[in-house]
């Protein structure tokens, strides 16, 4: 995906949601068979489908098996975890629901219906545009790019917190890196009892880490004419006192 393709500020649920399928390590799969927890055990297509790395004796792989073809038997949950330590840190949840197929030596899931949860809501995402999208270019490096931000440069978090609305600052005690894409960062605002996610969007897409780092330093540049935000300035005071 080209810096001349048409863009938005966030990624579509499509493009989130196979983003979140990409970067799982683990899934939780519901059937007949019962529940089981899968730890490195799936691989993704290049449309989408998961497959399935089970044991031939496994309670999965025999309702599988015997479950009538085509029809839904079973769901896959997968949590998109925060990579650095914030208060709820399940940013998403993705469920596939479909049914299963032996093939060649694995369980390919084929999905009738998946929905993405986010925090603004639940939506169905559309089987084509699930199949059609890619994972976001940064997801499997986010993890490791967020943890350095967070744990390297916890000053350029805080001078990135000048792009922030006075009003969104209110009451913070603290500020981490929550979640990155190409098409911008996202800070969680935590205060005493409550927090917040505030958006600062990349004046175009980053597809690559080298890109990223470019659009980085441009927010940064953009912060550093700000003055700093009175409410975490009041915070740092009170916190150094």
């Known amino acids: 995906m080209g810096d001349s393709q048409t863009w938005t500020a966030a990624p579509a649920a499509a493009e989130q949601a196979r983003s979140v399928l990409a970067a799982a ?46 029809e839904p038997s079973a ?30 030596g694995h369980l390919a899931f084929h999905a009738t219906r998946t929905v993405l949860r986010r925090p603004s809501g639940a939506v169905g995402v559309d089987p084509d545009e699930f199949a059609a999208a890619r994972p976001d270019p940064l997801a499997l490096a986010e993890s490791g790019l967020l943890t350095h931000l967070a744990d390297c440069h916890s000053d350029a978090v805080e001078r990135l917190t000048r792009l922030v609305e006075p009003d969104s600052l ?11 894409d190409r098409h911008g960062l996202t800070l969680r605002i935590e205060r005493a009892r409550t927090h917040g996610d ?10 690559t880490v080298a890109q990223l780092t470019e659009r980085m330093h441009a927010l940064l540049n953009q912060a ?17 006192g």
């Open 170 to 180: 209110h009451g913070a005690v603290r500020v981490q890196p929550l979640a990155v």
């Open 25 to 70: 390590w683990s899934c939780t799969v519901t059937g007949e068979g019962g529940r089981e927890e899968l730890v490195g055990a799936h691989s993704v297509t290049d449309d989408g489908r998961v497959l399935l790395q089970v044991q031939e004796d496994s309670a999965l792989r025999a309702a599988a098996i015997c479950a009538p073809r085509g």
């Open 75 to 104: 769901v896959l949950e997968f949590a998109d975890a925060a990579p650095v330590p914030v208060r709820n840190r399940i940013r998403a949840r993705l469920w596939l629901a479909g049914w299963f197929a032996a093939e060649d």
């Open 224 to 240: 550093s004419g700000v003055s700093c935000p009175r409410a975490l300035q009041r915070h740092r005071t009170d916190r150094d």
């Open 198 to 207: 505030v958006r600062l969007p990349f004046h175009a897409p980053a597809d």
